[in-house]
């Protein structure tokens, strides 16, 4: 068994528009802006190859087959102070 995957960096420009609730209970609309950066894979794929199980010998040809992706992303929270 065979398992590939590509991975790529990437940078992804964002923007938030919010209402920030201050200690006093006060809320302020705002704008937060960033670039998140980070990795992210692609072009998963499987390979494998059928054994027979009484002599050891390959079953027809290799099989490949893509993969879904399950994705996953580490957060970190940011915390605005006034």
Do not use: K
Not at 1 to 26: E, H, K
Not at 38 to 52: F, P, R
């Amino acid at each position: 068994l065979t398992v590939s995957v590509r991975v790529s960096q990437i940078s992804v420009p964002y923007t938030l528009q919010a209402l920030f609730q201050l200690q006093s209970g006060y809320q302020v609309p705002g704008t937060v802006s960033g670039v998140y950066s980070g990795t992210t894979s692609h072009d998963l794929q499987m390979e494998y190859q059928q054994i027979n199980p009484s002599n050891g010998a390959p079953i027809g040809p290799p099989t490949v087959q893509p993969l879904e992706a399950t994705f996953t992303m580490a957060r970190e929270e940011e915390t605005a102070s006034a």
